[in-house]
């Protein structure tokens, strides 16, 4: 399905029936990530699956400054609209994490309950924002030179995936050919646009978010765990679960593990009728 939204073409996927249910990936990826859920989900849920603006079959802007959270998140809360939804769930991994919790700080009347996968509220300090985006707009620039193909056979070998190196040869292959999908001025714009560096920084935001959020880490991912424990204190309603054995992607390294635990949350946070 695809949806015009404020100029820019959505590509978007619907599975299940139920309470909306907007699934949101990481940089590299797509809807498809998210397949893998929709046998545990669609008869309680429906499942809104989107390719992110720059990535898979969503439109490709050329100008950067149309990729940030703030304008994204604009963009999925009128995708809201167009599907005559008021408020979901969201579930976002990693970049997609991250827009997520930036559409609840700034758009909180949307959200019924917030799932974070190896997500950040950002960087605190803006010499430490000014870095990032320094080191973004390096890659950018190394993506559009030397093209996706290139750009991949490096980014799946940083240390932030080294586990997935332990996934079966099939599964490392579907992932590598997800990533190949995307263009290079799509993944370059993401990186200008909404980088970490780029986004603003949300934690002093998260005292204030009352729903119910789940934060998802992988046991072997340090620096996530890290960020997990202090956004565990200072959000009112959060639970945290450290899934054994995985790293950065859960959902890929425990797909079962991965699926009950955030199906057994969201039957919890179900609206009672």
Known sequence: MRRRIRGVEYHIQLAGEGEPLVLLHGFTGNRETWD?????LEQHFQLIMVDIIGHGESSVPADFHRYTAEETVADLVSLLKELTITDAHWLGYSM??????????????CVR????????????SSSARVERQNQDKRLADRILAKGVPAFVNQWENIPLFATQKQLPYAEQRKIREQRLKNSALGLANSLLGMGTGSQPSWWDQLPDLHFPVLLLTGEWDDKFNNIASEMKKALPAAEWHIVPKTGHAVHVEDQEMFATIVSEFLFRNKRRT
């Open 36 to 40: 893998f859920l929709v046998p545990y």
């Open 113 to 124: 309950s917030l799932l974070l996968e190896s997500a950040s509220p950002g960087l605190r």
């Open 96 to 109: 997609g994490g991250r827009l997520a919790l930036s559409l609840a700080s700034l758009y909180p009347e």
